[in-house]
T-cell receptor
Framework: KQEVTQIPAALSVPEGENLVLNCSFTDSAIYNLQWFRQDPGKGLTSLLLIQSSQREQTSGRLNASLDKSSGRSTLYIAASQPGDSATYLCAVKGDQTGANNLFFGTGTRLTVIP | DGGITQSPKYLFRKEGQNVTLSCEQNLNHDAMYWYRQDPGQGLRLIYYSQIVNDFQKGDIAEGYSVSREKKESFPLTVTSAQKNPTAFYLC?????????????FGSGTRLTVV
């Protein structure tokens, strides 16, 4: 079964720093990988979706990369702001048939210090 | 704006009661999902439905039930058989196409047993 790991579990950085969040997965047979943001007590907001054939996706200050063969994805946040403080989750969709094949990491809790 | 609406935001259940969590979407998505989120754990799939009048058990379906009578609605009932129901419940949907579309989540319902 696919296992998704996010390291570190928590990260604190001063405002303005660039940072990288990591996501690793054990089975490289994936359709896509999605990064989400979750604020405390809230639902998940989709940030970026990378298809298995893609290497990266960008949205504003966010850049997500995917190395399927090594089972890794990174989320790069440029010029971090206090408003970026949240938990970031990655989710991997496997390429097996059926709908029960979306696997989540446990998230990285980011705190950006003003 | 299109999206997923979950209600209520907070729900309290007495021992032995059944409670129903609402999930409505106006995205015209075929597939809908219910996840449970506990502190320190990744999201776990409870039930999912790929089309109207059809649904499948996820990884932790015991003590829960669902229906899918309309495309827009996928309510989750937490029955008295669920021994540890206190958690944050998230509903999600996904558009057509197995790989091209990511998941859209609602804002969640926090259920507490009193």
């Amino acid at each position: 079964k696919q296992e998704v790991t996010q390291i570190p579990a928590a990260l604190s950085v001063p405002e303005g720093e660039n940072l990288v969040l990591n996501c690793s997965f054990t089975d490289s047979a994936i359709y896509n990988l999605q990064w989400f943001r979750q604020d405390p007590g809230k639902g998940l907001t989709s940030l970026l979706l990378i298809q298995s054939s893609q290497r990266e996706q960008t949205s504003g200050r966010l850049n997500a990369s995917l190395d399927k063969s090594s089972g890794r994805s990174t989320l790069y946040i440029a010029a971090s702001q206090p408003g970026d403080s949240a938990t970031y989750l990655c989710a991997v969709k496997g390429d097996q048939t059926g709908a029960n094949n979306l696997f989540f990491g446990t998230g990285t809790r980011l705190t950006v210090i003003p | 704006d299109g999206g997923i609406t979950q209600s209520p935001k907070y729900l309290f259940r007495k021992e032995g009661q059944n409670v129903t969590l609402s999930c409505e979407q106006n995205l015209n998505h075929d597939a809908m999902y219910w996840y449970r989120q506990d502190p320190g754990q990744g999201l776990r799939l409870i039930y999912y439905s790929q089309i109207v009048n059809d649904f499948q058990k996820g990884d932790i379906a015991e003590g829960y039930s669902v229906s899918r009578e309309k495309k827009e609605s996928f309510p989750l009932t937490v029955t008295s058989a669920q021994k540890n129901p206190t958690a944050f419940y998230l509903c999600a949907s996904r558009g057509p196409g197995a790989t091209l579309h990511g998941y859209t989540f609602g804002s969640g319902t926090r259920l507490t047993v009193v």
